[in-house]
């Protein structure tokens, strides 16, 4: 069967963040596809197969990291979207049924795709202790993003904080489900992003993400709230980069962005 790797989030080979894209008949068994996410071993590998027309989605779509299947990702439902648009699979908007409902991703006239993502609830919470120590730097302020990112977003001083972090990823782990979301405005919004990211998921096998689309439906509205504005850009500061537009639409966040097919090849197990 076919395997792309595709890099999401940027218009360059070898920027974004990469994922594994099958197209299949039908899902093999659970062992199986935690095996081939295990082989391709980026963040992750999304497993899709089409449903009969007539019904709520056109696709099935689950995302597996190297260690365990994941809720929601952003980057690999875009990189799907545009496997299906560059082959012909799929014309048009594709809806995917999901563990997190049904995700709607959209071709734009430019090239690029924008996703229909749950926005996630923001709930501030206090601190938890040891949280600055293993982040290596101090909150600003602290959200809980909601079971289906998981993650503790932290603001922090500014971009320069956020682009020196190396946190000590073992006791990261220990202060939420899958990670962390650390954050901070632009140091110059006229170089073409309104803030910063860097995403740290430890607990699902992956040290630091280059570019996460989920973590922006948790990003969006809170910059959203505090820049006045419903239509962003974020820059996530990864070794790879990759910048994600985002639109706040009350309880929906779009998420923007290209893809580039960098690797069309044979899974022969």
């Known amino acids: 069967m076919r395997i792309r790797i595709v890099d999401a989030f940027t218009d360059r080979p070898f920027h974004g963040n990469p994922a594994g894209v099958l197209l299949l008949d039908s899902f093999p068994d659970d062992t ?14 999304a497993f899709a197969h089409p449903l009969p027309e007539g019904g709520e989605a056109d696709w099935a779509l689950r995302w597996f990291t190297p260690v365990t299947e994941v809720d929601m990702c952003g980057h690999a439902t875009l990189a799907t979207a545009h496997v299906l648009a560059s082959t012909g699979s ?82 990261l782990g220990r202060h939420s489900r899958r990670g962390v979301i650390a954050t901070a405005r632009a140091e110059d919004p006229s170089a073409g992003h309104d803030y910063v990211s860097r995403c740290f998921f430890p607990n699902v096998g992956i040290d630091e993400d280059p570019v996460t689309g989920s973590a922006h439906t948790a990003l ?36 923007s962005g290209r893809a580039v097919t960098v690797i069309d090849g044979e899974l022969l197990s």
């Open 220 to 255: 969006a509205p809170f910059w959203s709230e505090r820049l006045g504005s419903p239509a962003l850009t974020g820059l996530q500061a990864s070794a790879r980069s990759g910048r994600v537009r985002t639109e706040l639409r009350g309880d929906r966040t779009l998420l």
């Open 32 to 45: 199986w596809l935690q095996n081939v996410a295990r082989e391709v071993n980026h963040a992750e590998t």
């Open 90 to 171: 799929h014309e048009g908007p594709v809806r995917f049924a999901t563990r997190s409902g049904v995700l709607t991703a959209t071709p734009r006239p430019d090239g690029s795709l924008t996703l229909d993502f749950p926005t996630a609830p923001l709930t501030p919470v206090t601190a938890p202790d040891g949280l600055a120590e293993a982040l290596g730097a101090e909150p600003l302020t602290v959200l809980d993003t909601g079971p289906q990112v998981g993650d503790l977003l932290v603001e922090l001083a500014d971009e320069k904080t956020v682009r020196g972090l190396t946190p000590d990823l073992r006791a």
